[in-house]
């Protein structure tokens, strides 16, 4: 059974910092590409960052360029996000997803094309 937990959100001051994690369990994680999304109230579900497989090439939104890490250790089957110099604009619910192969921009700018997800985690960021 295919399965992604995330893990690590929380309620953060501006400028603060958060590191997500989605642990993912039922498939041959190598072999997958991991992306984090995040849907605020009201607004679509986008695309922030995305790692591939075996040569860890990544991808970021503008919106988190320079502020956020992706990072993936697959002797533990886990995809990090490590989310420095928060915005209140960063408030949303963060969730996880996998793609067999693939390259990492596809995967990001189309997450309706993904069927795989974790339960999410809240991300708040406010004073």
């Known amino acids: 059974q295919v399965q992604l937990v995330e893990s690590g959100g929380g309620l953060v001051q501006p400028g603060g910092s958060l590191r997500l994690s989605c642990t993912a369990s039922?498939?041959?994680?190598?072999?997958?590409?991991i992306g984090w999304f995040r849907q605020a109230p009201g607004k679509r579900r986008e695309g922030v960052s995305c790692?591939?497989?075996?040569?860890?090439?990544?991808y970021y939104a503008d919106s988190v360029k320079g502020r956020f890490t992706i990072s993936r250790d697959n002797n533990k089957n886990t995809v990090y996000l490590q989310m420095n110099n928060l915005e209140p604009e960063d408030t949303a619910v963060y969730s996880c997803?996998?793609?067999?192969?693939?390259?990492?921009?596809?995967?990001?700018?189309?997450?309706?094309?993904?069927?795989?997800w974790g339960q999410g985690t809240q991300v708040t960021v406010s004073s």
């Open positions: 790692i591939s497989t075996q040569d860890g090439s990544t």
């Open positions: 997803s996998a793609r067999f192969g693939g390259t990492v921009r596809p995967m990001c700018n189309t997450p309706s094309q993904l069927d795989t």
């Open positions: 039922g498939f041959t994680f190598d072999y997958y590409a």
